[in-house]
Nanobody
Framework: QVQLVESGGGLVQAGGSLRLSCAAS?????MGWYRQAPGKQRELVATITSAGSTNYADSVKGRFTISRDNAKNTMYLQMNSLKPEDTAVYYC?????????WGQGTQVTVSS
Protein backbone atom coordinates (compact mmCIF):
# COMPACT_ATOMS: atom_id res chain seq x y z
CA GLN A 1 0.00 0.00 0.00
CA VAL A 2 1.37 3.40 -1.02
CA GLN A 3 0.47 6.57 0.81
CA LEU A 4 0.96 10.04 -0.65
CA VAL A 5 1.12 13.25 1.36
CA GLU A 6 0.98 16.54 -0.53
CA SER A 7 1.88 20.01 0.65
CA GLY A 8 2.66 23.46 -0.71
CA GLY A 9 -0.56 24.75 -2.23
CA GLY A 10 -1.94 28.20 -1.52
CA LEU A 11 -2.95 31.58 -2.88
CA VAL A 12 -0.57 33.56 -5.08
CA GLN A 13 -0.80 36.50 -7.43
CA ALA A 14 -0.38 36.07 -11.15
CA GLY A 15 3.28 35.91 -12.06
CA GLY A 16 4.18 34.41 -8.71
CA SER A 17 5.60 31.02 -7.78
CA LEU A 18 4.67 28.05 -5.66
CA ARG A 19 6.34 24.72 -4.94
CA LEU A 20 4.34 21.58 -4.35
CA SER A 21 5.71 18.49 -2.62
CA CYS A 22 4.49 14.91 -2.54
CA ALA A 23 6.01 12.45 -0.10
CA ALA A 24 5.41 8.80 -0.87
CA SER A 25 5.77 5.58 1.08
CA UNK A 26 6.67 2.34 -0.67
CA UNK A 27 8.34 1.58 -4.00
CA UNK A 28 7.38 4.11 -6.65
CA UNK A 29 8.14 4.08 -10.35
CA UNK A 30 6.35 6.79 -12.29
CA MET A 31 5.09 9.81 -10.40
CA GLY A 32 3.13 12.74 -11.66
CA TRP A 33 1.04 15.79 -10.97
CA TYR A 34 -2.48 16.25 -12.25
CA ARG A 35 -4.91 19.09 -11.74
CA GLN A 36 -8.64 19.62 -11.82
CA ALA A 37 -10.27 23.00 -12.17
CA PRO A 38 -13.93 23.55 -11.25
CA GLY A 39 -16.22 22.10 -13.89
CA LYS A 40 -13.35 20.53 -15.81
CA GLN A 41 -11.86 17.08 -16.11
CA ARG A 42 -8.68 16.14 -14.32
CA GLU A 43 -5.71 16.73 -16.59
CA LEU A 44 -2.07 15.79 -16.68
CA VAL A 45 0.41 18.46 -15.62
CA ALA A 46 3.71 16.57 -15.60
CA THR A 47 5.21 13.14 -14.97
CA ILE A 48 8.62 11.87 -13.99
CA THR A 49 10.07 8.36 -14.00
CA SER A 50 12.40 6.91 -11.40
CA ALA A 51 15.23 7.53 -13.88
CA GLY A 52 14.30 11.21 -14.11
CA SER A 53 12.66 11.34 -17.53
CA THR A 54 10.01 14.03 -17.60
CA ASN A 55 6.92 14.88 -19.58
CA TYR A 56 4.90 18.11 -19.46
CA ALA A 57 1.55 19.35 -20.65
CA ASP A 58 2.00 22.01 -23.31
CA SER A 59 0.23 24.56 -21.12
CA VAL A 60 2.95 24.43 -18.44
CA LYS A 61 6.11 23.86 -20.49
CA GLY A 62 8.75 26.42 -19.67
CA ARG A 63 6.98 27.50 -16.47
CA PHE A 64 6.72 24.36 -14.34
CA THR A 65 9.51 21.97 -13.37
CA ILE A 66 8.94 18.49 -11.98
CA SER A 67 11.65 16.76 -9.99
CA ARG A 68 12.06 13.96 -7.49
CA ASP A 69 14.40 12.88 -4.74
CA ASN A 70 14.44 9.09 -4.88
CA ALA A 71 16.29 8.82 -1.57
CA LYS A 72 13.44 10.67 0.13
CA ASN A 73 10.71 9.22 -2.11
CA THR A 74 9.52 12.76 -2.65
CA MET A 75 8.40 14.55 -5.79
CA TYR A 76 8.25 18.28 -6.34
CA LEU A 77 6.55 20.67 -8.73
CA GLN A 78 8.11 24.11 -9.02
CA MET A 79 5.55 26.42 -10.56
CA ASN A 80 6.72 29.78 -11.86
CA SER A 81 4.99 32.55 -13.82
CA LEU A 82 1.66 31.33 -12.53
CA LYS A 83 -1.48 32.35 -14.38
CA PRO A 84 -5.11 32.53 -13.20
CA GLU A 85 -5.87 29.57 -15.48
CA ASP A 86 -3.50 27.46 -13.36
CA THR A 87 -6.04 27.65 -10.53
CA ALA A 88 -7.07 24.09 -9.65
CA VAL A 89 -6.75 21.31 -7.15
CA TYR A 90 -3.42 19.63 -7.80
CA TYR A 91 -3.15 15.90 -7.21
CA CYS A 92 -0.07 13.78 -6.75
CA UNK A 93 -0.14 10.43 -8.56
CA UNK A 94 2.18 7.49 -8.11
CA UNK A 95 2.35 4.15 -9.88
CA UNK A 96 3.70 1.11 -8.11
CA UNK A 97 3.55 -2.40 -9.60
CA UNK A 98 0.74 -1.44 -11.99
CA UNK A 99 -1.37 0.10 -9.25
CA UNK A 100 -2.12 3.82 -9.35
CA UNK A 101 -2.38 5.87 -6.17
CA TRP A 102 -3.63 9.41 -5.60
CA GLY A 103 -2.98 12.04 -3.00
CA GLN A 104 -5.72 14.02 -1.32
CA GLY A 105 -5.13 17.10 -3.46
CA THR A 106 -3.90 20.57 -2.65
CA GLN A 107 -5.58 23.80 -3.77
CA VAL A 108 -3.64 26.27 -5.88
CA THR A 109 -5.35 29.62 -6.47
CA VAL A 110 -3.82 32.27 -8.71
CA SER A 111 -5.38 35.72 -8.48
CA SER A 112 -5.27 38.19 -11.36
Amino acid sequence: QVQLVESGGGLVQAGGSLRLSCAASGSIFIMGWYRQAPGKQRELVATITSAGSTNYADSVKGRFTISRDNAKNTMYLQMNSLKPEDTAVYYCNANSYAVSYWGQGTQVTVSS
